[in-house]
């Protein structure tokens, strides 16, 4: 005999071991125990937890933390070596940690905090070493802002959706203390120019920042909406640099050495640098442009003739977001969107247009435009600035969808070569 | 409530102040109030770093050479651990997990980013094989396997020959070839794409 030990103990009678067995689909996984007293885990039906009418059954009692629905399967793709966002299932413009991207170059670090410490040193009066708690003690900052990997951008075939093109970028509230706290703390010379800033991960990450930024709006986050860092976003201590590229924002921080010239590591030579004309290469591409995507409607999603919001996320790193404008007509006419409150300093801000639909074949798109002036540019303009030998760093092209007559939405893929 | 206000936070001196304002509206509280958190120069937090312990962090090479540890690389020594920890995954010329060396393969479209014709600085292979390979076993190589290493793919990329020893001394006089094909970024905003 199977005893079942699950929170849901009301439920239990209803759940018999024929259906357990049976191909449901799983909803849920509960805790069997063997006849030899071995524990395993079993999958339950999501119908068999669910009661016919939901009035005439107590509910789950208080717990300690929260769950997703089971009715809501909302999850990042992961890769080797990323995980994307779904973007096309948020709502609003906070990201859900668990739904943060994910970008690391060898694996997440177990790191204990009670353990972490960081050292900063190099053109420095005083160099010192933090533990967490310490930088807890200072005075804290939260701001809201996007996180975005430079590598941000896929294409090429129809069947995407928002996640695959876009998903290396992601939203939350960051709290943690200024770095310029902490460089008056350890008297930082008047002659560094720039800083290295390494994790303590197995890559060892490490990027040269300018000085400049570290006095204008860098923090050493220690949380992330509302709760410590989670591990993939560099628990227990990270860089955060707003509006620039997320691979600076160097996770699991152990150090920072001042300087007085960049260091030229791996990755801001040989990686995050971007071929541009005249067979150049460009270095130290720190802002992130300005950059727009319709997150609905979007494949794999289907429509129906009639009135649809249209809606989507715009940003730039380069301060606020002005104005997006979206077409219906494959780009020969632009109307402008409606811009959801907060408009956010470097933050995803959501947008939506409705639209009446007439039923015929069409592409919808839409462009972002920020506080410097800029637009955001079609593919063609982007290889016609930089080359078709594209790097994929910093491409933040106009995503156009195609709406076929049967209601599929399809991507619109570019084409150069 | 007074004796207080020299370091209590800025909301609760505002409290403080608020009620006091209220009573006899002085000119001197008023401004008082609009000065927020008066921080002191340092807070004293954390705690003074020893040598020895940023001795033992401090790994990284600039390509001015500082941060070179001693030490010297022969390519011929690189060679042979290169075919024992490296090769496995890089191959000689070209392995699963990217090439790191320059060649011409005219099946593809576009050569290989490699150390030969994409790294601007020489300290920099250095710096990235001591800090993050054997990718399954970072940190295990001594300098001096470090600097055989760096020697080998130097002259397995073109860049010195079979004899140039590798050292602190000489590692960052080598010039990469494509050091001068690296701009800075001079994208500024505004309405110009670039």
Excluded at chain 1, 52 to 63: F, N, R, Y
Excluded at chain 1, 353 to 362: C, L, P, S
Aim: net charge positive; glycine share 8%; with cysteine.
């Amino acid at each position: 005999m199977k005893k079942i030990r699950i929170q849901l103990e009301q439920l239990t009678n209803r759940i018999s071991r024929r259906t357990m067995l049976g191909g449901a689909a799983t909803a849920a996984v509960a805790l069997v125990q063997t006849a030899s007293g071995k524990t395993i885990q079993q999958g339950v039906s999501l119908n068999e937890l669910l009661p016919e009418d939901p009035t005439k059954q107590i509910g789950t009692l208080a717990g300690e933390v929260g769950t997703r629905s089971a009715f809501e399967k909302v999850v990042k793709k992961p890769s080797d070596i990323s995980s994307r966002s779904p973007l096309q299932d948020f709502y609003g413009i906070i990201t859900p940690s668990d739904l943060h991207f994910e970008r690391h170059h060898a694996g997440v670090p177990a790191i204990d905090p009670a353990k972490h410490e960081l050292l900063i040193h190099g053109l420095v009066d005083k160099p010192l070493v933090f533990t967490v708690a310490d930088l807890k003690r200072f005075p804290s900052v939260s701001r809201i802002a996007f996180l975005e990997c430079s590598g941000n951008f896929r294409g090429g075939k129809e069947t995407l959706s928002p996640q695959e093109i876009c998903g290396l970028t992601s939203q939350s509230e960051w709290t943690g203390v200024k770095l310029s706290t902490l460089f008056r703390e350890v008297g930082v010379k008047p002659n560094a120019s720039w800083f290295l800033a390494e994790g303590s991960d197995t890559a060892i990450m490490t990027r040269s920042v300018p000085v400049k930024k570290g006095w204008d709006d860098a923090i050493v986050a220690y949380a992330q909406n509302g709760e410590a860092l989670r591990p993939e976003q560099g628990y227990p201590v990270r860089l955060f640099l707003s509006g620039w590229e997320g691979n600076t924002s160097v996770k699991w921080l152990r150090r920072l050495e001042l300087s007085d010239q960049p260091f030229m590591t791996r990755e801001e030579t040989s990686k995050y640098t971007e071929p541009i004309k005249d067979g150049k290469y460009r270095q130290f591409s720190f802002d992130i442009d300005a950059r727009s995507i319709i997150t609905y409607p979007t494949y794999p999603k289907t429509v129906e003739k009639g009135w649809i919001e249209i809606r989507g996320l715009a940003w730039s790193g380069r301060g606020k977001v002005v104005r997006v404008e979206v077409s219906t007509d494959a780009g020969k006419s632009w109307q402008l969107a409606t811009l959801q409150d907060p408009i956010l300093d470097k933050a995803h801000t959501a947008f939506r247009y409705v639209w009446n639909w007439n039923g015929t074949e069409t592409e919808i798109m839409s462009r972002v435009t920020d506080e410097t002036g800029y637009v955001q540019p079609t593919f063609a303009q982007l290889a016609k600035a930089r080359g078709t030998d594209n790097g994929g760093y910093h491409f933040n092209p106009i995503t156009a969808w195609q709406l076929k007559p049967d209601g599929r939405v399809l991507h619109r893929p570019d084409n150069l070569r | 409530m007074n004796r207080y206000s020299f370091w209590v936070p800025s909301t609760l001196l505002f409290v403080a102040l608020a009620s006091h304002f209220q009573t006899n509206g002085e000119a001197d509280i008023a401004s008082s109030i609009a000065k927020v958190d008066t921080l002191p120069a340092r807070f004293g937090f954390g705690r003074p770093a020893t040598g020895a312990e940023i001795t033992r962090l401090d790994i990284d090479v600039r390509p001015d050479g500082k941060g070179l540890p001693p030490g010297q690389g022969q390519v011929a020594i690189g060679r042979q651990i290169f075919a024992t920890k490296c090769v496995a995954c890089h191959g000689t010329v070209g392995g699963p997990n990217g090439s790191l060396v320059t060649t011409t393969n005219p099946d593809r479209k576009r050569p290989e980013k490699t150390i030969g014709n994409y790294w601007p600085y020489a300290t920099t292979v250095f710096d990235y094989i001591r800090r993050a390979m054997p990718f399954s076993q970072p940190g295990s190589l001594t300098n001096d396997e470090v600097y055989h290493l760096t020697a080998y793919l130097l002259q397995a990329n073109g860049i010195i020959d079979e004899k140039t020893l590798i050292n602190a001394q000489t590692l960052p006089r080598v010039v990469m070839p494509a050091q001068k094909l690296f701009v800075p970024d001079d994208r500024k905003g505004g309405p110009e794409i670039k």
